[in-house]
């Protein structure tokens, strides 16, 4: 009953992640989306102290 597939969604796909240079220290990463030059890629340690900060939804 848990694992219902009609209730999940389905069969889950494998994401395919991409490799990737962080451009801020150089660290090889993998990334969810294909790397362009208009897009910098961060590793997750760079990218916590880069990202955004998101607005509290209320």
Do not use: H, I, W
Request: positive net charge; hydrophobic residues 30%.
């Amino acid at each position: 009953m848990f694992n219902d597939p009609r209730r999940s969604g389905g069969v889950q796909q494998q994401r395919t992640l991409y490799e990737a240079k962080c451009v801020s220290c150089g660290a090889a990463t993998k990334v969810p989306f294909e790397p362009t030059a208009e897009r910098p890629v961060y590793c997750r340690d760079c990218y916590a102290v880069v990202r955004p900060v998101r607005k509290p939804r209320f």
